[in-house]
């Protein structure tokens, strides 16, 4: 799967994006929860979830908590990375490349 990275003022990965037209929201989340030691803490509701929810799944890696979000509702694109923003940490990395391998 195409991503679209977005560093940090230190070049570090902090975020990144991904189309969703072509995965939705559940198929996201179940990307999520097939990376190893992944804990889902919230996933989407299951009626109208894109009406209601611009964050729509989070969950921890190793003591880091990460959200997914679509920004307005209604974007093209999820916006995945740490609750805190602007942060690196490896676990990010692999998270991307769960998408990555997709």
Not at 7 to 33: P, W
Request: with cysteine.
């Amino acid at each position: 799967m195409k991503t679209y990275p977005i560093e940090n003022e230190q070049g570090k990965l902090h975020a990144f994006e991904i189309d969703n037209f072509r995965i939705g929201r559940r198929g996201a989340t179940k990307v999520i929860a097939g990376v190893p030691g992944v804990v889902i803490l919230r996933q989407p509701k299951k009626l109208f979830s894109w009406f209601r929810e611009e964050v729509f799944c989070e969950f921890e890696l190793k003591g880091i908590c990460f959200q997914i979000d679509e920004p307005y509702g209604d974007n093209s694109r999820y916006w995945i990375g740490q609750k805190e923003e602007g942060s690196w940490s490896p676990q990010l990395d692999i998270i991307h490349q769960a998408f990555l391998s997709v």
